[in-house]
């Protein structure tokens, strides 16, 4: 897997004011979102149908991501169904380089007064943003469920939380968001900010064939 430098893409929503309480609801996959290369010559192909993602890797990786709105900021709980038929062998995700996994979802948090404060913030901005912190839920590898460890390619920023080992299936997942961060970083998690979904197949050049969907945050 290649460098995770994708925290430079999340520029944060104008807004006014502090986080808002979270209302509950789905995150479509819409226009909202948009796909971002990490290498120069190849990507994966996803396909957004609303409710759902698929997501076609084949020795590739790249990422989708999109802003979060306001009204989904204050949100502590998550919730999703994923699908994957065809699947990168288990890799270890504490190194880097050979470290494939079949589908990364991520939610991107910043203190709640500096995502009130940083309204425009371009890419440069946020890059310099100590503070941005980023669970990194994985489906691959071959850690045990639930190991939660830091990743190579953010210390101290980025966090896997291992849901489901390197193979094919489907599966239902509710996570606790405020918990997995207390546990990771220690502390509230303060805005979610922003959501990112990467499949990764590029170092072990096999292929991955999945589905997300019925995302939604409360």
């Known amino acids: 897997m290649r460098s995770l430098s994708f925290l430079l893409l999340f520029g944060v929503a104008t807004v006014s004011a502090l986080v808002q309480p979270a209302t509950a609801g789905p995150i479509a996959f819409d226009g909202r979102w948009s796909e971002q290369r990490l290498q120069l010559f190849n990507s994966n192909d996803y396909v957004f149908n609303g409710r759902s993602l698929q997501i076609t890797s084949d020795g590739a990786v790249s990422l989708a991501w999109m802003r979060t709105q306001t009204s989904d900021w204050g949100a502590t709980l998550a919730s999703w169904n994923w699908a994957v038929d065809q699947s990168v062998p288990a890799t270890d995700l504490r190194r880097k380089g050979g470290d494939d996994r079949n589908i990364s979802l991520y939610f991107v948090f910043l203190p709640e007064a500096e995502a009130a404060r940083m309204q425009g913030a371009n890419?440069?901005?946020?890059?310099?943003t100590p503070s941005v912190r980023i669970l990194q839920y994985v489906w691959g590898g071959t850690h045990a469920p639930g190991a939660i460890f830091g990743s190579p390619y953010a210390p101290g920023q980025g966090a896997n939380v291992m849901l489901r080992q390197a193979g094919t299936g489907r599966a239902t997942e509710r996570v606790n968001l405020a918990q997995d961060f207390a546990t990771a970083f220690g502390g509230a998690p303060g805005a979610?900010?922003?959501?990112?979904?990467?499949?990764?197949?590029?170092?072990t050049g096999t292929a991955i064939r999945a589905t997300l969907s019925d995302l939604r945050v409360d």
Not at 123 to 128: C, G, T, V
Not at 192 to 203: E, H, P, T, Y
Request: hydrophobic letters at 45%; zero cysteines; aromatic letters at 0%.
């Open 123 to 128: 890419i440069r901005q946020l890059q310099r």
């Open 192 to 203: 979610l900010v922003g959501i990112a979904v990467s499949a990764d197949s590029d170092d």
